[in-house]
């Protein structure tokens, strides 16, 4: 049985504002990681995420499930 990953773009800052697109895997993300990846401090993005809470469910333990962080690019757009 083979397993898949779904990919995300993301895009990483290089020197001088130039920017190469790499791949998001959807996997299970910490909020520091998470905001980390949208390049903002965890209040920011906690802040951000308020507007669509009941949507991305509430995070059980460390980790957001695959399935928040998907809601979680759906709403605020891919990291990048």
Known sequence: MSTTTTMMKQAIPLKAGA??????????YTLKELAALYGVSTKCLRTWMLP???SIGEKKGRYFTTLQVRAIFKYLGEPG
Do not use: L
């Open 52 to 54: 669509h809470q009941e």
């Open 19 to 28: 920017v190469v697109a790499a791949d998001v895997p959807i996997r299970g």
